[in-house]
């Protein structure tokens, strides 16, 4: 079974930057969706950025675009969520997950996510 494990989380103060990693283990998907989502304190969980690893498509939420950038690295099982001008409002719980039943058109809701990372924290101060 695909297991996944995210790290990278940690503090930052506004403006920063930080990297998260999501690394694939088990029963890997040639073509998948992956997808990172965070979730804070109160609200909701809200998807930031997908990629559909079979063609390397790309999806982001309005409030990310242009400051984040989704990646992987297939021969490392790692999908990637590099995160510059970091902002307080980014302050959340972000969790890795994959939807293997889609190979593109990636959604940013978490319908259809079925395997989830255990999550990591990031802190953005101002």
């Known amino acids: 079974q695909l297991q996944l494990v995210e790290s990278g989380g940690g503090s930052a103060q506004a403006g920063g930057s930080l990297r998260l990693s999501c690394t694939a283990s088990?029963?890997?998907?040639?073509?998948?969706?992956m997808g990172w989502f965070r979730q804070a304190p109160g609200k909701e969980r809200e998807g930031v950025a997908a990629i559909s690893t079979g063609y390397g498509y790309t999806y982001y939420a309005d409030s990310v675009k242009d400051r984040f950038t989704i990646s992987q690295d297939n021969a490392k099982n790692t999908v990637y969520l590099q995160m510059n001008s970091l902002k307080p409002e980014d302050t959340a719980m972000y969790y890795c997950?994959?939807?293997?039943?889609?190979?593109?058109?990636?959604?940013?809701?978490?319908?259809?996510?079925?395997?989830w990372g255990q999550g990591t924290q990031v802190t953005v101060s101002s």
């Open positions: 997950a994959a939807d293997p039943s889609r190979a593109w058109r990636c959604r940013l809701g978490i319908q259809g996510y079925n395997i």
């Open positions: 088990g029963n890997t998907y040639s073509s998948a969706c």
